[in-house]
């Protein structure tokens, strides 16, 4: 079997999407984007395939270990996440081959389903407590959100007293037995996120997520001696060198690789195991489309330490086009009591509407993050 072409699809709302072609008609599919990036890293896709036309799509180790320690200059966000999208259609063609789902050809399911949460709140949290009563209402267990809009450096206790008073609407809207994520989404500096950490820990979070820019790793050490509130990152790293560092300094609880930026599913599926070995728990950011999330779920389904799963149906960036609307069956994802069955067909396990993407595609889109400034004028994280 040998690859004979590739076509990408940028698809609304912020997607890009990878079809990778064979002579034997087998086709897999996969996600390499960064979100605000998706004409960046298509670039990086097509020069990436022009080693893999004409080889065998089934030699996936190897065609990793080229086309990462093939290039001089590696790694980042463009690389990996072209390298991760390739990766997943790669295994979705393998699985198709052999007829059997990707967990199957990496050890075997441990579980037949997973915890998934639903984002609540939007960009700028509010109403959070009536958004998360709607979802626990449908069956829920858990939601995330952001803790908080723009912070500076220093910063005024009305922003911590507004934050705090969101989690304590949720925690009073749904009771106690309910996982409310709070995502610091890196826009927190470190003194800051230490007053956070502690005001919040009363409405017992599930865990505080990105309280500070993973560059600072440093400043993680501090911050979790201001609490017992597991603190968890990881979705802006690459590759298992980009965790060894954190995992050695045990100053995380529970690691979020992206399966569509850290390298694909079996890179992710080496940092799991080394996250085990520290006795870290690993929680999937998969905040894009469905290729993204079924990839995960094959993650999911073979790695005993993985304890909840992200998901993007309703989030506040899939405006026009959302999670289930490229699938040919839907049910693939469906939750019951706040958990989703892992995927039981072959690859990926998901069906892609191939009309649908390619209508789609004619729309596009030129997704970006905002720009956001404090109120001195200066740049602030978003």
């Not at 050695?248 to 070995?277: C, N, R, W, Y």
Request: charged share 25%; aromatic share 8%.
């Amino acid at each position: 079997m040998k690859i004979i072409d590739f076509k990408l699809y940028q698809l609304p709302p912020r997607w890009l999407f990878l079809k990778i072609e064979t002579d034997e008609g087998i086709c897999g599919w996969g996600e390499p984007v960064v979100e605000g990036r998706a004409h960046t890293v298509a670039a990086g896709v097509t020069e990436l395939m022009d080693y893999l036309i004409g080889k065998d799509p089934r030699h996936i180790e190897d065609h990793f270990q080229v086309l990462y320690r093939g290039g001089f200059y590696r790694g980042g966000p463009i690389l990996m996440s072209a390298i991760s999208g390739i990766e997943q259609a790669l295994w979705d063609i393998k699985g198709k081959y052999h007829d059997m789902p990707v967990h199957e050809m990496l050890g075997g399911a441990v579980r037949k389903d997973i915890q998934v949460y639903s984002w609540i709140g939007g960009d700028r949290p509010q109403d959070v407590g009536a958004a998360a009563k709607e979802k626990a209402d449908v069956g829920f267990t858990a939601i995330k959100m952001n803790g908080t809009e723009e912070m500076n450096y220093i910063d005024s206790y009305v922003k911590v007293d507004a934050a705090v008073s969101r989690v304590a609407a949720i925690r009073e809207a749904v009771g106690n037995d309910f996982g409310i994520g709070i995502d610091f989404h890196g826009r927190v500096h470190k003194a800051m996120a230490k007053i956070l950490v502690k005001e919040l820990e009363p409405y017992r979070p599930m865990f505080i997520e990105e309280p500070v820019l993973v560059e600072n790793l440093e400043a993680f050490k501090e911050i979790a001696n201001h609490t017992t509130t597991p603190i968890a990152t990881g979705e802006r790293n690459y590759t298992r060198w980009g965790f060894k560092q954190m995992l050695m300094d045990g100053v995380v609880d529970i690691i979020q690789p992206d399966l569509s930026h850290t390298g694909g599913i079996l890179e992710a599926k080496k940092i799991a195991a080394m996250a085990e070995t520290f006795d870290v728990a690993i929680a999937p950011h998969a905040p894009l489309g469905p290729i993204n999330l079924a990839a995960s779920l094959q993650l999911d389904a073979c790695t005993p330490n993985c304890i909840i799963q992200e998901q993007s149906l309703g989030i506040h960036y899939n405006q026009g086009s959302d999670l289930l609307d490229y699938l040919v069956d839907k049910s693939v994802f469906e939750y019951k009591s706040g958990s989703v069955t892992i995927p039981k067909g072959p690859g990926l396990g998901i069906d892609i509407n191939e009309d649908k993407v390619k209508e789609m595609s004619k729309e596009s889109h030129n997704w970006k993050n905002p720009i956001w400034r404090n109120a001195d004028g200066t740049v602030a994280e978003w």
